[in-house]
C-alpha cells in the first residue's frame, strides 16, 4: 500500500516562495521515482519535476526551470518542492505522485497519488 500525503500550500503573491512537502509510504521504496505534477482550474493536469529516489536525477518542465527546486530526504520518506518567484500562473492544485523509476526519463504514468494540494498566487 502506497500513500502520498502532500502539505505546504496556501496563499501567495507574485514573487513569494512556498515550500510544498510529500510524506511517502512506499513499500519498497527504490522502485519509485517521485514527481510533483498540476492542474490549473479549466486545463488539463501537467509536469512540473520529478525526481529519483536516490535523489540523483531530476528533471523539471521548461515553465519551472531556474525557479522550482525538487529535493528529498530519504531518511523521512519526503519529497520537497521549493517554489521560488512564484507567477500567478503557478496557480494550481498540485500532486505528489509515484511511479517508476523510468519516469525520470520521459513522461508515462504515475502508479500512485496524493490527494493534492492547492497554491494560488496573486498579482
Known amino acids: 500500500q502506497v500513500t502520498l500525503v502532500e502539505s505546504g500550500g496556501g496563499l501567495a503573491q507574485a514573487g513569494d516562495s512556498l515550500r510544498l512537502s510529500c510524506a511517502a509510504s512506499?513499500?519498497?521504496?527504490?522502485?519509485?521515482?517521485m514527481g510533483w505534477l498540476r492542474q490549473a482550474p479549466g486545463k488539463e493536469r501537467e509536469f512540473v519535476a520529478i525526481?529519483?529516489?536516490?535523489?540523483?536525477?531530476?528533471r523539471y518542465a521548461d515553465s519551472v526551470k531556474g525557479r522550482f527546486t525538487i529535493t528529498k530526504d530519504i531518511t523521512k520518506n519526503t519529497v520537497y518542492l521549493q517554489m521560488n518567484s512564484l507567477k500567478p500562473e503557478d496557480t494550481a492544485v498540485y500532486y505528489c505522485?509515484?511511479?517508476?523509476?523510468?519516469?525520470?526519463?520521459?513522461?508515462?504514468?504515475?502508479?500512485?497519488w496524493g490527494q493534492g494540494t492547492q497554491v494560488t498566487v496573486s498579482s
Open positions: 512506499v513499500p519498497s521504496p527504490s522502485n519509485y521515482a
Open positions: 525526481i529519483s529516489w536516490s535523489g540523483g536525477t531530476t
Open positions: 505522485a509515484a511511479g517508476g523509476p523510468w519516469l525520470v526519463s520521459g513522461g508515462g504514468k504515475y502508479d500512485y
